[in-house]
């Protein structure tokens, strides 16, 4: 059973544009959830990582929130960029330490067109 | 600079053919971990290592073998391999410092059974 759920699948936006994307989790316990960044053909690479029951974090154009009362997490992309092309994952992390899981989403397609 | 490297970078075999994916990290990491990624599906745990001589299994470990023969080194292996293995692998390194930590993800190394 899927327990990270992303949404969209894909999205197309122009250069420019804002967009959002959303994770819904039903993983227990949640002690963290992370986004990364996964180029085509390269491996993934850490945006930002969310602890607190309510957190927000900000790293330069990615902004991302966590709700672990509604088990929902969003990344904000605001300006966006052709190097933007590429597919966005959520992980959510069981424990504080290295004994627990990371739970992987499907991730999300972005593609950025001029 | 934090890096993970595995090699080969692209793999073809025949069905019961036998393949030893490594990979290599530079980070004084204790934990690595050796994950599958398919289409449609989060990134899923094959088998992980807290420690060279230390192996653990994952999620989905049937079919595969591991071993970690020093801090650096971590080694997959598939000694029957089926088409149904036939996926992108992924190996990771970390600080196991949990949702503070670093973790790195290498390139990725793309097996095709035939």
């Known amino acids: 059973k899927t327990q990270v759920e992303q949404s969209p699948q894909s999205l197309v936006v122009r250069q420019g544009e804002n967009c959002v994307l959303q994770c819904n989790y039903s993983v227990t316990p949640d002690n963290h959830l992370r986004w990364f960044k996964q180029d085509t053909g390269k491996g993934l690479v850490s945006l930002t990582v969310l602890v607190d029951q309510k957190d927000k974090t900000s790293n330069g154009r990615y902004s991302a929130t966590l709700d672990k009362d509604a088990k929902h997490s969003t990344l904000h992309i605001t300006a966006t960029l052709l190097d933007d092309t590429a597919t966005y994952i959520c992980v959510v992390g069981d424990r504080g330490s290295a004994l627990g899981r990371l739970h992987f989403g499907a991730g999300t397609q972005l593609i950025v067109i001029p | ?114």
């Open chain 2, 1 to 114: 600079e934090a890096a993970v490297t595995q090699s080969p970078r692209n793999k073809v075999t025949v069905t019961g053919g036998n393949v030893t994916l490594s990979c290599r990290q530079t980070n004084s990491h204790n934990y690595m971990y050796w994950y599958r990624q398919d289409t449609g599906h989060g990134l899923r745990l094959i088998h992980y290592s807290y420690g060279a001589g230390n192996l653990q299994i994952g999620d989905v470990p049937d079919g595969y073998k591991a071993t970690r023969t020093t801090q650096e080194d971590f080694f997959l292996l598939l000694e029957l391999a089926s088409p149904s293995q036939t996926s992108l692998y992924f190996c990771a390194s970390s600080d196991g410092t949990g949702n503070t930590g670093q973790l790195y993800f290498g390139e990725g190394s793309k097996l095709t059974v035939l």
